[in-house]
């Protein structure tokens, strides 16, 4: 089955500190990965996708095939770094419409403190 | 600007008044869908859209309806709303080439 797990609802640092928000997946094909954050009272943002290979907002994320992990890191969190984060996974080679759904976790909210 | 849009943005409603909320996208996207967002269940789809009259179930469609008339408009509606649908709705959008969704602002329905 198709499954996206984010262990941590809650994860709580202090400004500065190096933040790592897990994301484990479950898909038997080659999937792709997102990250998603939502700020308070805002709508949900794309922040990363593995494919990109790109670093937004100081934020990284390695696809780990053997491990089946997509885990958010930045080495200093600060506190506008507080939000909603959501990691996706997106089934490559779905059949039609299908091809463009997400399978969402449950999300980890982050709390910066100063 | 390239957005998403929703309406109405608050709703509160009785059990059973038929509802429709609106959702639209200036991006030329074909595909299109919705979902409900929920403490501690995260984002669940409700249906989706891969282009005009082309509409599917996601993971949590009973109790709703969809329509695919233009390529622009996604609306979502509740027929019979019941308190169990009281929650935050998202519409998202995205091309067929990158599938990178944009989401709207959302929408938080209130039935009673």
């Known amino acids: 089955a198709q499954r996206v797990t984010q262990p941590e609802k809650l994860l709580s640092v202090f400004k500065g500190a190096p933040v790592e928000l897990k994301c484990n997946y479950s898909?038997?094909?080659?999937?792709?990965l997102f990250w998603y954050v939502q700020y308070s009272r805002q709508r949900l943002q794309l922040l990363l996708r593995?494919?990109s290979r790109e670093s937004i907002k100081g934020f990284t994320a390695d696809l780990n095939k053997g491990e089946t992990s997509f885990h958010l890191k930045k080495p200093f969190a600060q506190e506008e770094d507080s939000a909603m984060y959501y990691c996706?996974?997106?089934?490559?080679?779905?059949?039609?419409?299908?091809?463009?759904?997400?399978?969402f976790g449950k999300g980890t909210k982050l709390s910066v403190k100063p | 600007e390239a957005q998403v849009t929703q309406n109405p943005r608050y709703l509160i409603t009785v059990t059973g008044k038929k509802l429709t909320v609106t959702c639209s996208q200036n991006?030329?996207?074909?595909?299109m869908s919705w979902y409900r967002q929920d403490p501690g269940l995260g984002l669940r789809q409700i249906y989706y859209?891969?282009?005009?009259?082309?509409?599917d179930k996601g993971d949590v469609p009973e109790g709703y309806k969809v329509s695919r008339k233009e390529k622009r408009n996604f609306p979502l509606i509740l027929e019979s709303p019941s308190p169990n649908q009281t929650s935050l709705y998202f519409c998202?959008?995205?091309?067929?080439?990158?599938?990178?969704?944009?989401f709207g602002p959302g929408t938080r329905l209130t039935v009673t």
């Open positions: 998202a959008s995205s091309s067929t080439q990158t599938y990178e969704q944009y």
């Open positions: 898909y038997s094909g080659s999937p792709e």
């Open positions: 593995h494919i």
């Open positions: 996706a996974l997106r089934p490559r080679g779905g059949y039609g419409g299908s091809q463009g759904n997400l399978i």
């Open positions: 991006m030329n996207h074909e595909y």
């Open positions: 859209s891969m282009n005009v009259e082309v509409t």
